[in-house]
């Protein structure tokens, strides 16, 4: 039995997956998270540390001895708590501020593609609005919009025509909803869309298994987009050959032009790539754990995730090993999400589940458990195939009383239905 003591930084649902992967792992005798849920809060020890407060974590990683932290969200990437941790000379999974700016800064995530030849949607970037609409003009429809910077999943529009690109544009560089920035557009790509999570450690890259989310809030993909309504875990239309050309024309040469570039990536590369009729493209780059997708790729992970973090941060070989089970999950959202929703109501049944229950928005008020945030739950099935992964979660969601929460039925659709 290993002693390692690992801290998780954040409290979501990306978290407790990670959390749960390390408590299969031989090596780790104790798990610390800061902060935590209800959920993360039942199989890790929770710490009242906001994910930004970077000399706070430091300080308990010293006086806890933390053999390793694993950073959950952008938010802690995006104000350096790797730098911070490597100059106290504390073990980190995650990337550098400055590697992290593949996700923060949509410009910069641009900017190596066009000069690495990695495949992508032509685009310009703006910040001045008139320049802006001149250029969305004079060019087709859909076209996709997005915040050039960090905007916790909203800050990109797919304008399905020129009142809502015009809408967009207004939203971003006039009224600066998300701050003062610049915009990137980018022309609309159509195909199925795929997540492609590797761990990488300077050119080395680990791939994990394929994952697709559903970003919209309603059945039939319909609604506003979302930080992702489900996801499922294996993906039938990413064939072996697409896959070897994500990972040998995308994924492994990003790797590489951020060691050329001077900005060496440790951590999870987030690929969110498009099957289009010319291969595989990347629609964008995260720097850390997909959320929902981790919560349907790590549970097939046979392997010791704590070995696989370890190996990462000393470039080491690490072979993966996967479980041939099909995962599908089911998001259960507070109504009104994404838009603003209440909290507090009560959380019932979760102990009558045989699914898997990935905690995301959730916080405990006396005995009970209670909703927190606009993602609450993910429940997650497992099957020999997806439908049958599918049908054990939404016949456990019937077991869950709460009446503030909703959820789509369909997730899985585009292959299954």
């Known amino acids: 039995m290993g002693n390692k003591k690992v801290l998780v930084v954040g409290s979501g649902g990306r978290c407790h997956a990670i959390v749960d992967a390390l408590s299969r792992s031989s090596q780790v005798e104790k798990i610390y998270s800061a902060p935590a849920n209800a959920g993360i809060s039942m199989q890790a020890e929770a710490v009242a540390i906001g994910v930004e407060d970077v000399e706070a974590l430091v300080a308990f990683a010293k006086k806890e001895n933390i053999d390793l932290t694993v950073v959950g969200p952008e938010a802690s990437l995006a104000v350096g708590i790797v730098d911070r941790f490597q100059q106290e000379g504390l073990r980190i999974f995650g990337p550098t501020k400055a590697a992290a700016q593949i996700e923060s800064s949509k410009e910069f995530a641009k900017q190596i593609m066009v000069k690495y030849s990695i495949p992508t949607a032509a685009y310009e970037s703006f910040d001045n609005y008139e320049e802006a609409w001149a250029y969305v003009k004079a060019r087709p429809v859909p076209t996709v919009i997005k915040y050039d910077g960090l905007a916790a999943g909203k800050g990109v529009v797919v304008a399905e025509n020129y009142e809502e690109a015009d809408a967009a544009l207004k939203d971003m560089l006039l009224d600066e ?15 199925p869309e795929f997540s492609f999570m590797c761990v990488v450690s300077g050119e080395k890259v680990y791939p994990l298994a394929m994952a697709q989310d559903h970003k919209r809030a309603y059945e039939g993909d319909k609604g506003p987009n979302t930080g992702g309504m489900g996801a499922y875990s294996p993906v039938p239309f990413v064939t072996d050959e697409v896959r070897e050309f994500a990972l040998e024309k995308i994924m492994r040469p990003t790797a590489a032009a951020m060691v050329a570039e001077g900005v060496p990536f440790t951590g999870v590369l987030y690929g969110g790539l498009i099957l289009t009729t010319e291969g595989p493209k990347v629609i964008e780059f995260n720097a850390r754990f997909g959320d929902p997708e981790t919560e349907v790729v790590l549970p097939r992970l046979k392997s010791d995730i704590y070995e696989l973090f370890d190996a990462a941060i000393d470039a080491r070989n690490c072979e993966l090993e996967w479980s041939d089970e099909a995962l599908l999950g089911i998001v259960l959202a507070s109504k009104g999400y994404p838009a603003s929703y209440p909290k507090g109501a009560v959380i019932e049944g979760l102990e009558n589940l045989s699914s898997t229950v990935y905690h995301m928005g959730t916080a405990r008020k006396e005995d009970a458990v209670v909703t927190a945030g606009g993602r609450v739950l993910m429940v997650v099935g497992r099957g020999a195939t997806l439908r049958k992964a599918r049908e054990q ?6 077991k869950i009383a709460c009446d503030s929460l909703f959820y789509r039925s369909d997730i899985g659709h585009k292959v299954l239905d």
């Open 177 to 191: 909803s998300f701050g003062k920035g610049r915009v990137v557009i980018e022309e609309f790509l159509e195909g």
């Open 393 to 398: 979660a939404l016949s456990d969601i019937q």
